[in-house]
């Protein structure tokens, strides 16, 4: 059974840079053909796709975020992260890692304050 499991502050200041990891069990993040995503879903919105990073290491990022984000791997830990630069309040959301949009984390808080 794939699991995922986010972690990272639960709170980070304006104009810092917003770290998550996503530890998987049960699955490889590399061996497998599949892509590993980050999603937010922000206070009283709806679920905002973020990127993915592939199991041979391709990312792809949506274009309203692409300039402030990088997704990458720690392949010896079977994770992977979300960096999210040049925060505001309106980064503060729930962020989710998940496999395919399959199988998802519990979600982690992160609240933009200073």
């Known amino acids: 059974q794939v699991q995922l499991q986010e972690s990272g502050p639960g709170l980070v200041k304006p104009s810092e840079t917003l770290s998550l990891a996503c530890t998987v069990s049960g699955d490889s993040i590399t061996t497998n053909p599949s892509y590993w995503s980050w999603i937010r879903q922000p206070p009283g919105k709806g679920l905002e796709w973020i990127g993915y990073?592939?199991?041979?290491?391709?990312?792809y990022y949506s274009p309203s975020l692409k300039s402030r984000t990088s997704i990458s791997r720690e392949t010896s830990k079977n994770q992977f992260t979300l960096q999210l630069s040049s925060v505001t309040p309106g980064d503060t959301a729930v962020y989710y890692c998940?496999?395919?949009?399959?199988?998802w984390g519990q979600g982690a808080q992160v609240t933009v304050s200073s």
């Open positions: 998940s496999r395919r949009g399959d199988n």
């Open positions: 990073i592939t199991n041979s290491g391709s990312t």
